[in-house]
């Protein structure tokens, strides 16, 4: 993680995320990864709580 926005907007051509249900793994800026309503959908999926 990174606390330094504008390097990782420059820097990074990748995200991965770890979540409770698996993993997402997409090769894109972070600005794009965070505003695209398909990764957002599949986010809220990964991160449900199941009982």
């Not at 698996?22 to 990864?33: C, H, L, N, V, W």
């Amino acid at each position: 993680t990174t606390h330094d926005h504008e390097f990782a907007q420059t820097v990074a051509n990748r995200v991965i995320e770890l979540t409770p249900n698996g993993a997402i793994d997409r090769y894109t800026t972070f600005d794009e990864y965070m505003q695209d309503p398909k990764i957002k959908e599949q986010r809220e999926k990964m991160y449900a709580v199941t009982v």
